[in-house]
Antibody, heavy 120, light 111 residues
């Protein structure tokens, strides 16, 4: 059974960089069939797609976040990562990593999510 | 303001049927596949429908999806109290601001 697990700091200071890693187990991140994505959800609000990456390194980002987002993949560790720079309180959210099974933002496996709070 | 428009809430009695709409445009729903997700309180979203009307393994046939033009609909029959959750539609937007988009979510209350 495929499992995804987010890890990283739960508290980030304003203007600093948020960094999260998603570890994939029970399957290979190098499978040619899938993309891997990050989605976030501010407290009490809806879902927002942040971006996705293919195992080859090809990336797609939300245009509204593109200038601040970097998603990378480490196939040797079966992990992919998110960096979001210059964070503000508006970036406080539960961050999910997920597998996009068809490359059309159709996410069939999700991590449990991790709350990241931006505060000094 | 979400790119895809969903009603904030719907409600129905146990055993009844409910539909949740998702309205978009030609750059998203009109030319791309739609997915639907169920999010129970305090949990990660769960994929219910993909490619407009396909169910992943393990999703009961009480859940169905359809698409017409620039709108999509999620149907749930034989409502159960355990279906009370937030439901989101999602798709790809092929406009100049291309990327994944979600609806604002619909809270289903099973009365």
């Amino acid at each position: 059974q495929l499992q995804l697990q987010e890890s990283g700091p739960g508290l980030v200071k304003p203007s600093e960089t948020l960094s999260l890693t998603c570890t994939v187990s029970g399957g290979s991140i190098s499978s040619s069939s899938y993309y891997w994505g990050w989605i976030r959800q501010p407290p009490g609000k809806g879902l927002e797609w942040i971006g996705s990456i293919y195992y080859s390194g090809s990336t797609y980002y939300n245009p509204s976040l593109k200038s601040r987002v970097t998603i990378s993949v480490d196939t040797s560790k079966n992990q992919f990562s998110l960096k979001l720079s210059s964070v503000t309180a508006a970036d406080t959210a539960v961050y999910y990593c997920a597998r996009d099974h068809s490359g059309t933002t159709s996410f069939d496996y999700w991590g449990q999510g991790t709350l990241v709070t931006v505060s000094s | 303001q979400s790119v895809l428009t969903q009603p904030p809430s719907v409600s129905a009695a146990p055993g009844q049927k409910v539909t949740i709409s998702c309205s978009g445009s030609s750059s998203n729903i009109g030319n791309n596949y739609v997915s639907w997700y169920q999010q129970l309180p305090g949990t990660a979203p769960k994929l219910l429908i993909y490619d407009n009307n396909k169910r992943p393994s393990g999703i009961p046939d009480r859940f169905s999806g359809s698409k017409s033009g620039t709108s999509a609909t999620l149907g749930i029959t034989g409502l159960q109290t355990g279906d009370e959750a937030d439901y989101y539609c999602g798709t790809w937007d092929s406009s100049l601001s291309a990327g994944g988009v979600f609806g604002g979510g619909t809270k289903l209350t099973v009365l």
